[in-house]
């Protein structure tokens, strides 16, 4: 009988190719992700769109 051979071969190939794959899906998102200045700038936008539509609203209720 042989217990254990299967993975002899593959699984040490296999667990590199796992690790080199997730540094690399590490590294890709690290140069991807926005940095502080463009989340400060897209929040600024969001909060004077959201100040647009109330004073919007506001206007509306009032009519």
Do not use: W
């Not at 593959?10 to 794959?21: N, R, T, V, Y």
Request: charged share 15%; proline share 2%.
């Amino acid at each position: 009988m042989m217990y254990g051979t299967a993975c002899r071969n593959g699984c040490g190939s296999f667990l590199m190719g796992a690790a080199a794959g997730m540094l690399a899906g590490a590294a890709l998102g690290a140069t991807m992700a926005p940095s502080s200045r463009q989340i400060k700038r897209a929040a600024h936008k969001a909060a004077r769109r959201v100040n647009e539509a109330v004073d919007h609203l506001a206007d509306a209720m009032d009519l």
